[in-house]
């Protein structure tokens, strides 16, 4: 975990139904979601390129690039801190399955 104080990325609630939740997140070159564990399943589409930085909780850092439309899902529980590990603003939208 990092003691850093970066930028925060923007997430905006899109939509909410009994079934999903939808947010988009903007983030300007460095900012950072900040660390959470996901309460559900949720599905990922890039609406730009992503350079992503993972910090995770064991410790580890993993370096990541999706490109622009691209799509991924991961499971609930997972934990991490999702950073623009690039020099350009990114934004992609999360989709979570209740």
Request: aromatic share 8%; net charge negative.
């Amino acid at each position: 975990m990092c003691d850093e104080m970066r930028l925060q990325a923007m997430a905006t609630l899109l939509m909410e139904t009994e079934r999903v939740k939808v947010w988009r997140y903007d983030f300007e070159p460095g900012a950072e979601t900040g660390w959470h564990v996901h309460g559900h399943d949720y599905v990922i589409t890039t609406l730009t390129d992503c350079p992503l930085r993972l910090e995770l909780s064991d410790g580890e850092t993993r370096e990541s690039f999706i490109p622009a439309g691209s799509a991924y899902s991961r499971p609930q529980g997972t934990a991490h801190n999702v950073i623009n590990a690039g020099d350009a603003a990114m934004s992609f939208v999360e989709v979570e399955l209740k």
